[in-house]
């Protein structure tokens, strides 16, 4: 599958077959991809926690406040995104640019991983709704959490949904300098 193909099945699955645990070869390349994601200065300002079998099932209760997120429960594994600090480099350049390097390559981040869960058959959900204390507290985290993505399998029959996206015109504005 092409990139363009990945982007076009990409979607946020929330029916997870909850029968089918998440192979170890395909967790092992999603996070090695993770891994070579840019960021800046190449600093990676964030750490990963995987969350799998019993300890997923303490997780998705941090991200069902006010009924949000009811399909967490069939989740069979997160990864917890979750703040470090800059490298000096980084942090100068954000204090001098006034830009949130680190919230930047969190989402680029999370935008390799679930491309990689993609192409290894598996469904993904970004999650903003998430009990930050908690899960720091089960994760022993020291920084605060940024986004906890949902991993699996999609249940069997789980249909690819038409994507609702802004048209070009709207998103792409073009300057011809001369």
Same mark, same amino acid.
Request: hydrophobic letters at 35%; proline letters at 5%; glycine letters at 8%.
């Given at each position: ?77 997160? *990864? ?10 980084? =942090? !100068? @350049?954000?204090?001098?640019? $006034?830009?949130?390097? +680190? ?34 507290? *089960? ?10 993505? =949902? !991993? @699996?399998?999609?249940?069997? $029959?789980?249909?690819? +949904? ?17």
């Amino acid at each position: 599958m092409d990139f363009f193909e990945l982007a076009q099945t990409r979607q946020s699955c929330r029916k997870y077959d909850p029968t089918r645990p998440v192979e170890r070869e395909k967790l092992d390349r999603i996070l090695q991809v993770g891994r070579l994601a840019p960021s800046a200065c190449n600093g990676q300002p964030y750490h990963i926690t995987l969350c799998q079998g019993k300890f997923a099932k303490k997780i998705a209760p941090c991200v069902q406040g006010l009924g949000m997120n009811k399909f967490a429960d069939d989740v069979p594994v997160f *990864l917890v995104l979750s703040e470090k600090p800059y490298v000096k480099s980084a =942090a !100068l @350049g954000a204090k001098f640019k $006034g830009n949130d390097y +680190r919230s930047l390559d969190i989402g680029i981040l999370s935008a390799y991983l679930t491309a990689q869960a993609t192409e290894e058959g598996l469904g993904s959900c970004i999650l903003g709704w998430f009990d930050n204390e908690k899960i720091c507290k *089960l994760c022993n985290l020291d920084g605060a959490v940024r986004l906890v993505i =949902a !991993l @699996g399998y999609a249940r069997e $029959g789980d249909p690819l +949904r038409p994507k609702k996206r802004k048209d070009l015109t709207e998103l792409v504005h073009e300057e011809k300098g001369e």
